[in-house]
Structure formats: structure tokens, C-alpha cells
């Protein structure tokens, strides 16, 4: 899925739950923290992590809320490799977008996590990517706006966005593997790497 040098600007989609950050992990360590339950990493092989842990709808509501919170949000660790590799490609002239379906509401404490970690992008889209909450057209967009965005490339973890990014924008995915997305996820434009370190090798920096 490599890119040829153009002298456009190009711009990279990239995701930011466990894509850029710990999430799922911070999600275990809050339902074992608050509500003493155990799982671990590879139980999660669900995306929603309510079905993944067979939690009940109020359990699952108070845990998207308490990792919601923005000190929650501060405190998860990024991702090895991932901050490297973004820097990488800004140095070398593509735009950054951190394209998150985060609810409206956490727009500043992710803007303040991007600052903390010196996370290199050009803009920030919230896109109601799940149905979860109402796009106002203005800071959440919704998938069809998403459309109307143009990207040369994308990082997902999620298998619905990346099977959408692939069949309706035409756009090749770089797919972080992960317990979650490891079946029904099959695509010509979808290639799985285990690491950020595949993910800059699979896009090389253009040229200067």
C-alpha cells in the first residue's frame, strides 16, 4: 500500500482510540478499578467492549461515561511507535487528521492528550461514526460528511470504519491488529500490521 511522491498535500486519517492510545487497556483497568471485573486483553475480541465482557447496559453506560471523563482520558498512555511515526510524516509534508468517533464532549481533553504527547495534526474530525450520537455539522460531522473529506491514507482499529473507509471512500487502510478486528474483515484496500513500525514501512516518507 505504498503512496507515489505527489506534489499535492496529502493528507493521513489516522484514529485515535488504540490507534494513538492505550484505550482498551484503560477500559480493563477501570472495570477492574470500579466495578471488580477481570478480563484481559486478547477477551476482547468484540468492539463493543459492553458485548466483549458481557456486561449488563447500565454497566456498560457507567463505563463508557467514567473512561469518558477527561482525567480518564489524560492518564492513558499512547501507543509504542505511534507518536514517532506521525512526526515522521508531518516532517515529510503530509497533513495529519485524527479522525475520532469520541462523543462531542471530550473534544478538549483529546486536544490537550494530542498536546501532552506532542502528537503532530493538522485537525481534529469527531464523526458520529457509530450512530451513538447527533452530528451537528459543525465539531461532530457525520459519516456522510466524513465522505466529503478527501484522504490518501488511513489507520484504524476499528473493523466497521475500516470495511467503510475502504468500500465507500475508496481509501487504503493500514488496520492495527487487534482481538477485536480479527475476523470478517476482508478487503482488497485493508492490509493488518501488528505495530507501528509495519505502518511506516508500509507508507515510506515521500522524498523531500
Known amino acids: 500500500m505504498s503512496l507515489s511522491s505527489e506534489k499535492a498535500v496529502q493528507t493521513i486519517y489516522v484514529d485515535m482510540d488504540d490507534v494513538l492510545c492505550q484505550t482498551a487497556h484503560h477500559f480493563l483497568t477501570i472495570l477492574e478499578r470500579d466495578f471488580g471485573k477481570q478480563f484481559s486483553f486478547e477477551q476482547l475480541t468484540d468492539f463493543d467492549v459492553g458485548q466483549a465482557c458481557a456486561l449488563t447496559a447500565e454497566e456498560r453506560e457507567e463505563l463508557y461515561r467514567v473512561v469518558h471523563n477527561g482525567e480518564e482520558l489524560l492518564s492513558i ?43 503532530p495534526h493538522d485537525r481534529i474530525l469527531i ?69 507501528w513500525h509495519e505502518i511506516a514501512r508500509a507508507l515510506p516518507v515521500k522524498n523531500s
Open 77 to 119: 498512555p499512547p501507543i509504542e511507535g505511534a507518536v514517532n511515526v506521525l512526526q515522521q510524516w508531518s516532517a515529510a509534508g503530509y497533513e495529519i487528521a485524527i479522525v475520532t468517533g469520541r462523543p462531542p464532549d471530550t473534544y478538549e481533553p483529546s486536544i490537550e492528550w494530542l498536546k501532552r504527547h506532542a502528537v
Open 127 to 195: 464523526v458520529d461514526k457509530y450512530g451513538r450520537f447527533a452530528a451537528d455539522g459543525t465539531r461532530c460531522i457525520s459519516l456522510d460528511a466524513l465522505t466529503k473529506h478527501r484522504f490518501c491514507w488511513a489507520v484504524e482499529d476499528s473493523p466497521i470504519m475500516a470495511i467503510y473507509l475502504a468500500t465507500q471512500m475508496k481509501i487504503p487502510v493500514a488496520l492495527l491488529d487487534r482481538p477485536w478486528n480479527r475476523k470478517d474483515v476482508n478487503h482488497d484496500l485493508v492490509g493488518r500490521h501488528s505495530h
